[in-house]
């Protein structure tokens, strides 16, 4: 294995995550779209992916014992395979676009993170994913942000 390979398995805290999106080709797919800088970015910041009940999301652990904060990139499987692995890669590359931008909140939070996601060229994949999110009615969909985050990755 690679150290850039090694560096990104090292971000994943259960190895059931990163086996399910070997599964579905996503993991492949992340580790050949973000550089090494970009791996070595989530390690600084202490961004991890892991397996949680919400289809995915981000969230700041403090006084960590390991260290001084933690942000978990949360997975959860059953939801997330609603989603075509294209648009699983863009709703991870989006959540990466978060942990890159801690200081950005709110709407200009999700344009930043939808950036990212669009730099790696996956702009289209977030748009079907928003989409499908909305006709599903999944929670966290919501169309005025939506409509909003699509305009901005459409622009
Ligand atoms: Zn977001």
């Keep these: ?38 791996i070595d970015k989530l390690a600084e910041e202490n961004v991890y992916f892991s397996q949680t009940c919400s289809p995915s999301g981000i969230m700041t652990l403090s006084n960590v014992p390991a260290c001084e904060s933690m942000k978990l990139i949360t997975i959860e499987m059953t939801y997330l395979r609603m989603f ?29 993170a939808d950036n990212f996601a669009k730099e790696k060229g996956y702009s289209k994949w977030i748009v079907s994913g928003l989409k499908k999110g909305l006709d599903k009615k999944l929670v966290g969909f919501d169309k005025e942000t939506i409509d909003q985050r699509i305009k901005n990755l459409n622009g």
């Design 1 to 38: 294995m690679s150290l850039k390979a090694e560096k990104f398995k090292s971000r994943f805290l259960q190895l059931s995550v990163g086996q399910t999106l070997s599964n579905m080709g996503v993991y492949k797919e992340l580790l050949t779209l973000l550089s090494e800088d970009e």
């Design 84 to 112: 075509l692995p294209e648009e699983v890669t863009g709703i991870l590359l989006h959540e990466i676009g978060h942990a890159f931008n801690p200081d950005k909140q709110k709407m200009e939070g999700e344009f930043a």
